[in-house]
Each structure stands twice: as structure tokens, then as C-alpha cells.
């Protein structure tokens, strides 16, 4: 059966790239009410590793594709739903020897009884509306299968696992917890410069106890333009209620993270980001603290205004767990070959330390293929 449904998702996406290679040009609006859109990625990963008995220094592949379909009944209203489908988990499935995954995308593995919920590829499904108070005052209020990474630690240069960094670390928070794909609700309030935004979520038996939770997060930003550009600085608190084991494994806790999120365009050419956060260690975790940050190089510089090089580095402390401390730096370019289709070659160096014995070290080389439509 698994087979089956292998060479299925492969049929599909390979209709999909056959339509999209040969079409004269692309267009996501069918009606003025009706849209579809989505991406279409693969990766090829090769790691060279030391210090890790078990694990070979070798290669894996995978390919997701996510399809949107977005309805617009008026200019206040909006149903939307995500699928994702996947052939293969690259090296996520166990072949890595480190902690964090080398590419943080929706592989194979992860859209089949998602959450425990026994639902397959059906990642969102949500219906929002906006009340309009004014030119730039507005309060959006969505509930359905959402995404709380959709509206929380937001970061123009570091949070698309399909065109920017790949790995886990560099995507978003590896601290931080927020859930993907379950029933919640979000309320986006913009006023000006000031965004907040808030996530209810209650989530399947994902707890290492295979306990369900609920999930509670919040963000606070401001926009600021100077003449250097636009950037964005961000609070994010997050929270879960009380179903996660202690270290000891005797009565369960919460989890809470404090984490910021900052971007800035430094000119037309350059930008920086950087995230950094706390988490508590009441329950048992693997990191406690995050300090993360990079720079962005637009293709402007040598005259490819579409293309850009992104250089990022992660430093991780270990939690109350095995790990005592994770460092990640990685780098990519991103050449995008037409309006559709991007190349990114990617190179990543990781290290974990244990707390007690030497822990895995090496390189992971990269080349990844999206096609955004």
C-alpha cells in the first residue's frame, strides 16, 4: 500500500512538472473569486559525517508538492486549503545522525496521520474574515486547520524552508514549539506600523506520551522605515498547557519560550536578521536557549536583481536532556531561472555535543529545485 501511494504522489507531481515546463506562462487566478497557487520542491542532501558510530557519510533525496486552493466570496472573506504530498524524507528519516533536520520541509513522513489525527495530506483548511476600519486598521480572525507558524516568528530572511536556509535551525526557532496543521483559531490586528497576533491551538497525541495539548502563542511587531529600508522587529510568547513529561518522568508540565525576531534591509544590496529566545526547562526539552542571525545578498550586485546568497549561523544551548550544545552554520545561493522555477545549491556544517560523550560533526552538501506557482 505504501508503495502504491509512492508512485501515486510521484505521478502527480511529475503531471505537474510536465504542465508547468511546457506551458507559455503561468497564472494562479482562475476566476476573480477563485485562485490556486502552491510549490513544488525537491532536494537532494549528502552528508559527510564524523564522530557518529552507526551513521554513513551518504545521500538521500525528496520531493514535496503543496498545492493551494484560496476562495474569495468578497474583499472581507477567505476560504483556503493547503495539501501536501511527498515522495521520500531525504535524510530525516533517520539516516542524520543530528538532532535537528538538515531540511525542514512537509516530506513523505510527515503529512500521513498528521497530528494522530488519522488524516493524510490535507495540511489546511481554514475560513477568514477581516473587518476593515480603516485605510490601515484592520482586525483578521481565521479558525479552521491552521498553521501557528503561519503568524508566529515571522522572519523576511530566514523562514521559507523552500527558498531561504534548509535547515531546521535556520527556518525558524528549533527552541520553540509552535504546531502545525490542527484545529485552532488566530486573530491578526494591524493598525500602522503595529501588528498583533494570537494563536489557539488544540493539538493530536504529538507528546512524546502521546498526549494531546493545547497550545498558546502571541506576537507583537513593528515596521520600521528608514533610509537604510524596511524593518521588522517582533515579540513572540509561546505556551502550552501541562501535558509534556518532566526530565524526571514523574507528572507532567508546560512548555513557555520567550523569543525575538528581528529583519533589517541594510540598502537595495544587503540585509540581517536575527532570533533569539528562552525556553523554560520545567519539562523536558533539548534546547533551552537560541541565538541565531545572518545576512541576505540580493542579486542586485552582480546584476540578477531575482537571485540571492543567504549566510546563517545557529547556536543552540542544550536543555535538561542529552544535548549539551548544537551549532549550525549554513550557506546557499539561490539562482531562480524563471518566473516560476529557482535552483538553490546549499552547503551546512553541524556539530552536537553530548552531555556525556562526543557527538556527531560534519557537512551536509545540497541542491534544491522549487518551482513556486
Known sequence: MALKKK???????????????????????????????????????????????????KGKGAMTFQPELSFTPTANDEIFAKFGF???????????????????????????DINGRNRDYLLEAWYKHTFQFGETHSLGVTGGLIDAAGYLDENA???????????EALVNASNAFAPSFDIGGALEWEYSNFAVKG?????????????????????VGYTLNTGL?????????????????????TKFESLGIVLFSFDQQLGEKLGAWTRFGWQDDKA?????SLYSGGVDISGKLWGREDDNIGIGYAYLSGGN????????????????LNEIFA??????????????????????YGVRMAVEF
Open 157 to 167: 530572511y530566514s523562514n521559507d524552508e523552500f527558498t531561504q536556509f534548509m535547515n
Open 7 to 57: 508512485w501515486h504522489i510521484m505521478t502527480i507531481v511529475a503531471i505537474m512538472i510536465f504542465s508547468l515546463c511546457h506551458a507559455s506562462g503561468y497564472a494562479t487566478e482562475i476566476t476573480d473569486k477563485f485562485s490556486i497557487g502552491g510549490v513544488l520542491s525537491g532536494a537532494y542532501q549528502y552528508q559527510d559525517v564524523s564522530d557518529a558510530p552507526g551513521f554513513d557519510s
Open 321 to 336: 536532556a542529552t544535548i549539551d550544545k548544537t551549532q549550525v552554520a549554513e550557506a546557499y545561493a539561490r539562482c531562480v
Open 343 to 364: 535552483l538553490t545549491l546549499d552547503v551546512q556544517w553541524m556539530e552536537d555535543d553530548y552531555v556525556v560523550g562526543n557527538g556527531p560533526k560534519g557537512f551536509i
Open 86 to 112: 511527498g515522495a521520500g524524507n531525504a535524510l530525516n528519516d533517520g539516516t542524520s545522525p543530528f538532532t535537528l533536520a538538515t531540511w525542514a520541509a512537509t516530506l513523505e513522513a510527515d503529512v500521513q
Open 284 to 288: 523536558e526539552i533539548n534546547y533551552h
Open 199 to 219: 494563536v489557539i491551538m488544540q493539538v493530536g497525541d504529538t507528546t512524546a506520551d502521546q498526549r494531546a495539548y493545547h497550545f498558546y502563542g502571541a506576537q
Open 229 to 249: 529600508g524596511e524593518g521588522n522587529y517582533r515579540l513572540i510568547i509561546e505556551g502550552t498547557s501541562e501535558d509534556f513529561a518532566d526530565p524526571q518522568g
